[in-house]
């Protein structure tokens, strides 16, 4: 990561988002003291609520969810002919009321989700799925653009599924940096599964509070809670005037997000929300046990490769050229361009393979031990510069003595797309969101294909082939040692 990029990842950390100290203009927010039932915190538009008694409201579920500090529906109140949603949480010693005029229409699409989960829980391709969950939430939701980003473990982004209106230009496949959705916001979504942000040009509302500065008051839960200037401003460069995103979380992980997005103000219902989480939800499990199926599958199949490509070994005189030269080979379990294998000192070849005294060098400079690289001239140039085709390096220790299977991948390049420059190249001012939202291309070179799974499909390799040697070399030993039973016996008649 450049300096600069570290320099605006820090400063997007350090934004106070979970104490902003304001609220969305288009709801109302009390905060009621426990103890003593007084409102002790209220947004600035409260003004019309407030001067009576809360209960008054005259609304027993309302009551209810402000004694127990628990409502998981919203509470429906009705406030000057305005249907408005209360919805209600606690937090040290303050119950915090949220008031949202309820947006019309929409209001039913509920049966709609249920619909939509019904009938996305059959698809087993996940590619089918992304794009079908996609399309279902944007018929759902009436938004501009549904996409769902898939976070790749280094944190940054792609988007995997784009369901749009026409006139709109695909994002699908492009990439983004790990910066565009930081890191505290990323803990945030991890909590609280939906984000509703209703409109990029509202300046929010100020809390007033008797009880200490209102930006202590923390919103992490609340519905309300506003948005960072720097995030308005990103929205606007992208052209939406309000988004709904979804958290799909596995394993207790943010692995991607589902966002809606409109070029003109649309807001949702706290219902409809809540019911396109648990859609949010089950599409997380589905995506989360298609991996583990595709996992497990792909194990079973490594493993009875490894059994087919050992079993022979025993029965061969030349255990390097059993590696290499049987119906399965090494490179058939740990797929590479070439493989070098020595074993008892004697070297043995396949593949696309640097001459054997540049290998033999480089393995000394490795110093024993296992080594795995995907970009072996950033990762140990000295040792690079003795195989220059190579990018890619895996090296599987079998024992101290210097048995080692070696392997090689060449460069690949990868064209990746990126939603902006992720360099950073047209954003001269490192602490403001981008302005550039068309593709870049962007080369990778110097790295070979990600070794992934391999690394310790290529350890299991390894160990199971240091018992094989092992037996191998017993069996040797008691059958020479019969056979000097024998020739004493026979040589003693
Ligand atoms: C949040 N950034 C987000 C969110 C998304 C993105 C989806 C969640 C909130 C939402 O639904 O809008 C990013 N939006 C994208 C991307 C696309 C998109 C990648 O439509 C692609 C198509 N962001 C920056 C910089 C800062 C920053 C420089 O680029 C900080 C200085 C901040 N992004 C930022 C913050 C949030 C955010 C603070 C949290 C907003 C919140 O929930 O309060």
New binding site residues.
């Given amino acids: 990561i450049d300096p600069d990029e570290l320099r605006?990842l820090a400063?997007?950390a350090k934004?106070p988002?979970r104490t902003p100290g304001t609220i969305q203009g288009h709801g109302t927010l009390l905060g009621i003291d426990d103890a003593t039932q007084v409102i002790v915190v209220a947004s600035e538009n409260a003004r019309e609520w407030l001067g009576r008694p809360v209960v008054e409201i005259d609304d027993a579920d309302l009551e209810f969810a402000m004694r127990t500090g628990r409502a998981i529906d919203p509470v429906r109140v009705e406030w000057q002919g305005v249907p408005t949603d209360a919805i209600v949480h606690r937090l040290d010693g303050l119950t915090l009321v949220e008031l949202e005029p309820v947006p019309p229409g929409n209001e039913y699409a509920r049966t709609a989700v249920v619909e939509a989960i019904t009938r996305l829980s059959g698809l087993t391709s996940i590619e089918e799925l992304r794009a079908e969950a996609a399309a279902a939430i944007r018929r759902i939701t009436g938004f501009d653009r549904v996409?769902i980003?898939h976070f790749h473990d280094d944190g940054h982004?792609e988007?995997v599924a784009d369901d749009h209106v026409d006139e709109l230009e695909p994002?699908i496949g492009l990439h983004?940096p790990a910066?565009?959705?930081?890191a505290q916001?990323r803990a945030?979504y991890l909590a609280k599964l939906g984000?509703a942000?209703a409109s990029t040009t509202d300046p929010g509302i100020p809390l007033l509070s008797v009880a200490g500065d209102a930006r202590s008051i923390d919103l992490s839960n609340a519905e309300l809670?506003s948005?960072?200037p720097?995030?308005l401003e990103?929205?606007r460069n992208?052209g939406?005037a309000s988004?709904?995103?979804l958290s799909l979380v596995e394993d207790g992980r943010l692995v991607g997000?589902i966002?809606c997005?409109h070029r003109t103000e649309r807001r949702l219902p706290v219902l409809l929300r809540r019911s396109l989480e648990v859609l949010a939800g089950q599409l997380a499990m589905q995506f989360a046990s298609m991996r583990e199926i595709t996992r497990l599958r792909h194990m079973v199949e490594v493993r009875e490769r490894r059994a087919a490509l050992l079993a022979p070994l025993y029965a061969s005189d030349d255990i390097r050229k059993a590696l290499l030269g049987g119906s399965q080979t090494v490179l058939d379990l740990v797929p590479a361009d070439g493989v070098f294998v020595r074993i008892g000192g004697i070297v043995r070849v396949g593949g696309d393979v640097p001459p054997i005294a540049d290998v033999t060098r480089a393995l000394e400079l490795l110093e024993g031990g296992s080594f795995v690289s995907e970009a072996l001239a950033n990762d140990r140039p000295d040792v690079a510069s003795l195989l220059p085709d190579v990018a890619g390096m895996l090296v599987v220790s079998l024992d101290g003595d210097g048995d080692v299977l070696v392997f090689f991948r060449g460069e690949v390049l990868r064209e990746i797309s990126w939603?902006g420059d992720p360099g950073g190249v047209d954003r001269p001012d490192e602490?403001?969101?981008?302005t550039s939202f068309s593709a870049w291309q962007r080369t990778i070179v110097g790295r070979s294909e990600p070794w992934g799974t391999v690394v310790d499909e290529a350890a299991d390799l390894g160990s199971e082939l240091q018992v094989a040697l092992q037996r191998r070399a017993e069996a040797q030993l008691a059958e020479l040692a019969m056979r000097d039973a024998l020739t004493g016996l026979y040589n003693r008649r």
């Fill in positions: 605006r400063e997007c934004e988002i996409m980003y982004g988007v994002y983004f910066s565009d959705i930081p916001a945030l984000r942000i809670r948005v960072s720097h995030h990103y929205m992208m939406q988004t709904f995103s997000m966002t997005a939603l602490l403001s969101p981008r």
